[in-house]
């Protein structure tokens, strides 16, 4: 084995997209910084994720959006999604699986890359070992950020899972044909927005949930009306249903699950989705006192904490980003901390004491009081902040307010029989929205006003004076407003 040693700045592991902002904010900074990747740069969030699963989506929804409107209804008819055509769109937004374009913008942004599996050795050191054994031995000047990312979780004792070959979000985001039958395992977002996916483009889809609804972190409606969008399109839903079994003979053909109860299914491919794992037990993590395979856990910041400094005195220096630090495992969330900690490694590089308070340049606040999230189901599904239920877990006095979205002019111009529901959740001691869930065709684009809302923590009698404009589904703001204010 070959082994050189190199001196940067700021070293980063992962190029996924909270990587690759740590790596552009440091270097805008004047830090001279290097990212570590052992596979395509972009990481999971390009290739395997959000871009190629909105890409599957995408046409479902305009599908569905020109079906509800008298006029276009007849243009379209009977007529169904070109699985080909789909597939070869989908490929083009995960870049063919290749990584051309994105090393380059490394490399136009000054961010130096490093190829090959990158381990914790030591305080500011990272050893990379490449595809072809040699090593190369970073050192970092100021900081190394951790920004592994996460991986799907399989179910640890059930019979002939490895052998069946279920597929994870890399399978079902990434398959090059439509399978005949699919079976989803897991309620979650990745359950859901799959079945939804691969049931438009013509496989007969079976989703097996083991609790007694689907979108369990969300408002209960959410889950409810998704339940109906995906038994409308002809997907099976059942609840209550546990695998404990699978087979798939020989290796290949249909997969054969047993059900908790003794009933069977057959599929030909099968997808578990249910719950992610941080990408931590093979980076070294025990070279600097932190226990391998788990979580990270950060300051607000991202400064892990924790970890063994200079000669054990503690020393800020290590950062971990994005899904790593299970503070909210979304692709956007991740990005914002990415801001927030290549913003921290500058001002301690720079000697400037941080602003940790809430809402300060070096605290990621948002996570816990505003992260927004979309499910792309139909109908979609936007929620950020608080659930009345973790709201009233966290102590406040609230009351809900609900509006049929459908009610507003907007809406019923957007689509005929436009059904959907929005709700916000409103503190009453501060009057004050610190949540909102909306559901129905094409809210996804309303949620940043929610966002705003909450994130702002806009007064109710501010927000009064942000006049919606008409006929639009934002219409409903108005409406939802009116009952906050009683």
């Not at 979304?330 to 590089?349: F, N, V």
Request: hydrophobic fraction near 45%; proline fraction near 5%.
């Amino acid at each position: 084995m070959t082994s050189t040693a190199e001196e940067y700045d700021v070293i980063v592991l992962g190029a996924g997209p909270t990587g690759e902002n740590v790596a552009d904010r440091t270097v805008a900074a004047g830090l001279r910084t290097v990212i570590v990747e052992a596979e395509l740069v972009g990481g999971e969030c390009s290739y395997w994720a959000c871009m190629p699963s909105k890409a599957l989506l995408r046409p479902v929804a305009a599908l569905a959006d020109a079906r509800a409107v008298a006029g276009s209804r007849e243009a379209v008819g009977d007529g169904r999604l070109d699985p080909a055509a789909v597939l070869a769109r989908r490929n083009s937004f995960a870049s063919d699986w290749q990584d051309d374009g994105q090393v380059r913008w490394l490399r136009d942004t000054g961010i130096e890359l490093v190829r090959g599996h990158g381990r914790l050795a030591g305080v500011r050191t990272v050893a990379v070992e490449a595809e072809d054994g040699s090593e190369r031995v970073l050192t970092a000047r100021h900081a190394v950020a951790v920004c592994t990312g996460s991986r799907p979780v399989l179910p640890a004792h059930v019979p002939g899972l490895a052998e069946a070959r279920p597929w994870t979000n890399r399978e079902a985001t990434g398959s090059p044909t439509v399978p005949g039958r699919l079976a989803v395992v897991g309620g979650g977002v990745v359950g859901v927005e799959m079945a939804a996916a691969w049931r438009a483009l013509g496989s007969e889809v079976v989703l097996l949930v083991r609790g007694d609804g689907l979108l369990p972190r969300m408002e209960p409606f959410a889950g409810e009306l998704v339940t109906e969008g995906l038994r409308a399109a002809g997907v099976d839903v059942r609840f209550g249903t546990e695998v404990t079994a699978l087979e798939r003979a020989d290796g290949s053909g249909p997969v054969t699950l047993t059900l908790d109860g003794g009933g069977t299914l057959t599929a030909d491919e099968v997808l578990y989705a249910t719950g992610r794992a941080p990408r931590t037990a093979d980076i070294g993590l025990e070279q600097v006192g932190l226990k391998p395979g788990g979580w990270l856990e950060v300051d607000d910041s991202c400064t892990v904490l924790g970890v063994d400094g200079v000669d054990g005195d503690g020393g800020e220096w290590l950062y971990a980003a994005g899904d790593v630090n299970h503070r909210a495992l979304l692709t956007h969330q991740g990005k914002y901390q990415a801001r927030i900690t290549g913003a921290a490694i500058a001002a301690r590089a720079e000697g400037r004491p941080l602003d940790t308070s809430r809402w300060g340049a070096h605290a990621a606040s948002a996570d816990v009081a505003g992260a927004p999230q979309v499910v792309f189901t139909q109908p979609e599904v936007a929620a950020v902040g608080l659930t009345r239920a973790a709201a009233e877990a966290a102590g406040l006095r609230v009351k809900t307010v609900d509006h049929e979205i459908g009610s507003v002019a907007g809406a019923s111009l957007y689509g005929d029989d436009y059904r959907g529901r929005a709700r916000v959740v409103f503190d009453l001691d501060r009057e004050l929205i610190v949540g909102a869930c909306l559901v129905g065709p094409g809210v996804a684009e309303l949620l940043h006003s929610a966002t705003v809302a909450v994130v702002g923590e806009v007064p109710i009698d501010r927000l009064w004076h942000a006049v919606p404009a008409y006929p639009t589904i934002s219409e409903v703001w108005l409406r939802l407003l009116e009952d906050c204010r009683g």
